[in-house]
Structures are given as C-alpha cells and as structure tokens.
C-alpha cells in the first residue's frame, strides 16, 4: 500500500483483514449531480457496495491528500464545494492537484490508478469514458488506463452519448477484454443492449473472479471491463434515447463545448431533452452496479483465501 494514502477505518480495516473491497469514483459527486442529490447518489453507491457484501472505499483528492474512503463530512464537503473549485483528475491531473493542494474528484482512470496504488481490485462506476461522436481524437484517458492498469471496473458500458463501435474499436486495440455480466453484447449505459459483441459471457460472480486470477497469473498489467445491463425495469427506450443524445450532441457542438466538461453536459441535457427518464435510468444502474461489484469482491476474495489455505 502507498504511504501518501489517507484510508478511511473501515476501508484499512478491511484491506488489513483481506475482505472485500470495491473502489468508487468521486466525479458523480463534484461533476455529475447538483446538490443534494450527489450526496444522496454517493451514499447510494456506498450502500449498494455493502448489499454486494463488500466494503466501499469512495477515493478523491482532499486539500491535496489522497483519500480511499470518505467520512460523511469529507462527502458533504465535497458536494458543496463551488462549481469550478474541484479539479476533475484523470492521470495527467493527479500530480498537478496533490502538488498544489488542491480539491479533486476522480474519473474513471483517476479512480483506478489510486485503487491500484491501495491494492483495491474492483471499482464500481456508472459509465465509462470513450470516443466523443464527431470527434474520432476526442478520446477519454479511461480506454488508456484500461489497458495500462490491472484493475477490474464493473459498469454499464461506455455513456452512450459517446461513439460506441469507435469505443469498442479502441479497446480492443488496447487488450481489455469486454465481458458481459449474464449478457452477450455490451450494454449501452441507459438501454440494455448497443448491438456490439462482448468477448464473453459470464454469468456468476464466481466465473468473473475466475477471470481476474487467471489475467494475474499471467502477470498481465491490463485491467478487465465487466458491463452490467441496466436493470430491466428502469431501462430507458432506446430509440427516444437516441433521439435526445443526438439532439444535445449538436447542441454541445453549436455551443463550442469540448473537452472534460463535455460529457457532464451532455448528460445534464439529455436529462433535461427527457424529463429526468435518462436520470432515472443512470440512478438505477449505479446502484446496481455496485452491488455486482460487491459480489464480485466477496467471490474474488473467497477464492483468494482458498488459493491460500
């Protein structure tokens, strides 16, 4: 474990003990939600993480200390914190906020770089970052990080306000292998299904801890993607989907909106082109998603611990 950590008790005690552990990001806090309904997402997710059976280990940069955990005041104090006062930290920004001191919340690549340094495995998220539509250079650092750091991100797919066979593309040429939590095609963030294949089908959280062993012994240094369908019941209709991310990527487009603020607004929008369905939808899915996550921490660990009797 890293020294320049800060570990909340829980989540020491738990890496001290070898149970179950499942990072979570910290940009849904500062970046996706308004407040109080980031806070409440935040505490969602911890929840949900603890229904899997595992502890969650929320991580974010606080005053320039690296945090894998949050208190209930370091949450609050997160989401209140005024819009622009929070640097969203992939791998280029970790540096630049620890050296400065500063507030930062953690993508997808911020958040696995740090869990990897903890010696956390599994990281539970809403959606990845990918390819922008359009804009074939315009591409997140989270498909880099997938394939340069060993740990494993269960979510439900790329945001599919994002170019989705491009995405596919790039992280096959990255060497992430695609799986399918009980699915045979990738999931498309709001709706179920987006058309393109998986690399396999896993249907236990035993079969995917499997997985992540079988990746070790072979001392790969990628990280492995596991997508989760939205839940059935809160899916959101594919085609009106389409037709709002569609109408708020020219939208984002006419308004010279590019870059890490792009994604963030184009999921406020669509929001907003919907009448809160695709929030809905995005709330249903974190939730879910961090109980998979937490299943499959539990059956990563037990397998651990039989490895080692």
Not at 6 to 25: G, I, P, R, Y
Not at 140 to 155: K, Q
Not at 175 to 197: D, K
């Amino acid at each position: 474990m890293d020294d320049n950590i800060e570990f909340h008790t829980d989540v020491q005690k738990a890496l001290n003990e070898q149970k179950a552990v499942v990072a979570l990001e910290s940009t849904v806090i500062s970046h996706g939600l308004p407040y109080p309904e980031n806070v409440e997402t935040a505490l969602n997710m911890e929840a949900a993480v603890r229904d899997g059976g595992a502890v969650p280990a929320t991580v974010a940069i606080l005053q320039g200390q690296v945090n894998v955990g949050l208190t209930p005041d370091q949450l609050e104090y997160l989401a209140t914190r005024p819009v622009g006062q929070v640097r969203k930290c992939s791998r280029r920004d970790l540096p630049l906020a620890v050296a400065r001191r500063e507030d930062g919340a953690t993508t997808v690549a911020g958040t696995m770089i740090i869990a990897h340094l903890a010696g956390i495995e599994i990281f539970a998220t809403g959606g990845i970052g990918g390819v922008h539509r359009g804009h074939p250079f315009d591409v997140s650092a989270d498909l880099s990080e997938l394939g340069r750091t060993p740990v494993t991100v269960v979510c439900s797919g790329a945001k599919s306000i994002l170019d989705l066979p491009l995405t596919r593309e790039i992280l096959e040429t990255n060497g992430v292998p695609l799986i399918g939590y009980g699915v045979n095609e990738m999931p498309a963030f709001f709706s179920r299904s987006s058309g393109l294949s998986v690399d396999v089908q896993l249907d236990t959280a035993a079969e995917v801890a499997e997985t992540i062993l079988a990746r070790r012994s072979l001392n790969l240094l990628s990280g492995l993607l596991v997508t989760v369908p939205v839940p059935e019941a809160d899916e959101f209709d594919p085609q009106v989907a389409e037709e709002a991310i569609a109408q708020a990527t020219r939208e984002a487009d006419e308004a010279g909106i590019f870059g890490p603020e792009t994604t963030p607004w184009l999921l406020r929008r669509v929001a907003v082109l919907t009448g809160g369905r695709s929030m809905k939808a995005n709330l249903s899915l974190l939730a879910n998603n961090g109980r998979v996550a937490g299943a499959i921490a539990v059956a990563l660990n037990r397998q651990e611990i039989d490895i080692n009797l």
